[in-house]
């Protein structure tokens, strides 16, 4: 009987699951007409060496205050699974809620990420391509992470967010003439 009902759950969440896949192209146009307006608001912006430091240090800040915001909404979810796991009511279908809020937070970070950081992270580097001033030499994983998070706005890799945001900050230093 449990199992069964267990299946009924699953099934129930695969079917939403399903419901909620074609919704995956309409995001993706959503941040490709994003990007374009992003683009082309900072387009018209970028003037001088100082304007690109201080648009990249700004989109270095926005990466670390998403990614602060972000971990501490999961460590909180993190924490109330263990409490879950280790209480003395070990409720199965709370720590199972509890871990589905984990992937979604998850997710959520990933479609934030896309939508919020990615088109200005992006547009940063093309400005600085455009500066002529070299990108910085990375080693082949740190490479890897930045270009798969600014080009596909996937985020795999350790701490792939801070990386980015150190990559376009060292890019950028030597604009400071420090």
Request: hydrophobic share 40%.
């Amino acid at each position: 009987m449990r199992r069964q009902v267990e299946n009924a759950i699953l099934q129930t969440k695969l079917e939403d699951y399903a419901a909620l896949s074609p919704l995956a192209r309409a995001t993706m146009k959503l941040a490709e007409v994003s990007a374009e307006f992003e683009r082309r608001q900072y387009q018209a912006k970028v003037k001088s060496d100082h304007d690109r430091y201080e648009m990249t240090m700004k989109i270095v800040k926005k990466i670390r205050d998403f990614v602060a915001l972000h971990d501490q909404a999961e460590e909180q979810q993190r924490q109330q699974a263990v409490w879950l796991a280790h209480g003395q009511k070990n409720d199965r279908d709370m720590m199972i809620e509890s871990m589905n809020r984990i992937v979604l937070l998850s997710r959520a970070r990933s479609e934030d990420f896309l939508k919020l950081i990615l088109p200005e992270a992006a547009y940063i580097r093309s400005e600085l391509l455009k500066s002529g001033l070299p990108p910085p030499t990375l080693d082949a994983t740190e490479t890897a992470i930045v270009n798969a998070a600014l080009t596909r706005g996937s985020l795999a890799g350790p701490n792939p967010e801070l990386t980015v945001a150190a990559y376009l900050e060292i890019w950028v230093k030597p604009l400071t003439g420090k």
